[in-house]
Nanobody, 116 residues
Framework: VQMVESGGGLVQAGGSLKLSCLAR???????????MAWYRQAPGNQRELIAV???????NYVDSVKGRFTISRLNAKRSFYLNMDNLKPEDTAVYYC????????WGQGTQVTVSS
């Protein structure tokens, strides 16, 4: 399975973006049976986990994005999403998606740049 991220771009602080992730090649039972997650990697930093959605739809977020980001999933489309509101310059990073255990092939990510 190959992860395909999209939706990044350049936005001013306070703006919004919606990222999409497609698990290309996955079958429905495999996709719906796994927790999915968004990660990000800023220059010079390690990749960090920022949002998780379980098979039942419950969500968890790292404190730095809590209240601003919302993760959701649409199993029928083998896809999940990250709505990002009130973006801050420190959110600038390459955003990646994968299973929570990271076991599918990583995509190229999508760049999010937030200007002040």
């Amino acid at each position: 399975v190959q992860m395909v991220e999209s939706g990044g771009g350049l936005v001013q602080a306070g703006g919004s973006l919606k990222l999409s992730c497609l698990a290309r090649g996955s079958i429905l039972s495999d996709f719906s049976g796994n927790a999915m997650a968004w990660y990000r990697q800023a220059p010079g930093n390690q990749r960090e986990l920022i949002a998780v959605i379980s098979t039942s739809g419950s969500t968890n977020y790292v404190d730095s994005v809590k209240g601003r980001f919302t993760i959701s999933r649409l199993n029928a489309k083998r896809s999940f999403y990250l709505n990002m509101d009130n973006l801050k310059p420190e959110d600038t990073a390459v955003y990646y998606c994968n299973r929570h255990d990271g076991n599918w092939s990583w995509g190229q990510g999508t760049q999010v740049t937030v200007s002040s």
